[in-house]
């Protein structure tokens, strides 16, 4: 028998076309492939070479850490150079954690100062060094007073800081003893006569800290009893977990003894042809506390409250001056403290008196 033939149906270019968008699938998957894998290992590339990195392999400040760093520092309100120059700190000190050194003032001071060091070193000039210390301070002067390094509990008070205690209307201040086990361990306040106070067990205290960066806090606590430690009568105090931030300074401010002098300023003329004199009479004083946007003077000079003042004092071997008027005095027998604030300081002397108050200057 014979079978009649049909022409086939089926369109056998069909095959050609799927084969062809298959091929065209695979290749379009291997390029995803190759384009990952080469992200992959230029992310790995530049977070092996670039500058701070250890070539240890531990993990040091890198393209990655600095992605991080770079998110928190916008957050907190640095600009494009100020950013820049973090960067340069955390590489300088090949900081592993970015994020642990911004909310630790200690560790992140070593940090600055490592910087602080390597910019003296390695300017090519004096003006270039002077530039790159103003901007290396006005980064580290936003992050001080920025929400980083805020405690959270009396358990991270330095050992060596001090507490303002209060029952009722007296104040007491008192050394910290001991912030770690479970109670803080402080001083006992003494009363006129040098004896050690005592106060009932249970008895609510108002009590104020401060860091070594001036910020304040206060909280409440309780007595919890009394000890002897290092050969001193101790009181026991609850911690706190509730501690409320207190405004404080623009700057950071140290307590110092610096003498000093003092010269009167004068306003000559009205209008544009005012200028400033300087009074050729030197009177002398002693710096009691200073940052870059004032200080307080000690001395017998009467000078009254709204007064101009060329201020000139040595710090190390370099001599820095500064113009500022004064914003109130306090006698104290012979002796009156004149608060005052800049009003002009040069770039240079405003580098020496923060490398002072923040203690960069030294080993």
Request: hydrophobic share 40%.
């Amino acid at each position: 028998m014979i079978f009649p033939l049909f022409p086939l149906q089926v369109d056998i270019t069909s095959f050609w076309k799927d084969e062809q968008q298959s091929s065209n699938d695979a290749l379009f998957f291997g390029i995803f492939v190759a384009a990952i894998v080469l992200i992959l290992v230029v992310l790995n590339v530049l977070r092996r070479n670039s500058p701070g990195s250890s070539s240890k392999g531990g993990g040091s400040y890198g393209f990655l850490s600095g992605l991080a760093t770079h998110r928190i520092a916008r957050n907190i309100g640095l600009g494009h150079d100020q950013i820049k120059m973090l960067d340069f700190v955390f590489k300088t000190d090949q900081v592993m954690d970015p994020e642990k050194s911004l909310n630790t003032p200690n560790l992140l001071d070593r940090h600055f100062r490592r910087a602080y060091r390597e910019i003296e070193q390695s300017s090519g000039s004096e003006e270039e060094a002077q530039g790159r210390l103003s901007l290396l301070f006005s980064t580290r002067n936003i992050l001080e007073n920025s929400g980083t390094g805020t405690l959270t509990s009396t358990t991270q008070l330095r050992d060596d800081s001090t507490l303002v205690i209060s029952n009722g209307r007296d104040k007491f201040t008192v050394p910290v003893v001991s912030s770690s086990g479970e109670q803080l361990t402080v001083q006992c306040p003494k009363n006129a006569l040098g004896t050690s106070m005592k106060f009932q067990r249970g008895n609510k205290l108002t009590a104020l800290a401060f860091t070594k960066s001036n910020k304040g806090f206060s909280f409440e606590t309780r007595v919890l009893g009394y000890s002897t430690s290092f050969g001193m009568n101790t009181l026991l105090l609850a911690h706190s977990n509730q501690l409320k931030f207190l405004s404080h300074r623009r700057y950071r401010r140290k307590q110092t003894d610096i003498s000093c002098f003092i010269f009167i300023v004068f306003v000559d003329g009205s209008g544009r042809k005012q200028r400033l004199v300087v009074d050729k009479r030197r009177l002398s004083g002693n710096i009691a506390d200073i940052s870059v946007g004032g200080c307080s003077i000690k001395t017998k000079a009467p000078i009254q409250v709204g007064s101009k003042l060329k201020i000139e004092f040595t710090q190390g071997d370099a001599n820095v001056a500064a113009l500022g008027q004064v914003l109130r005095t306090n006698r104290s027998g012979v002796v009156t403290v004149i608060h005052i604030k800049f009003l002009k300081v040069t770039r240079k002397s405003m580098n020496i008196i923060n490398a002072f108050v923040y203690e960069y200057a030294y080993v």
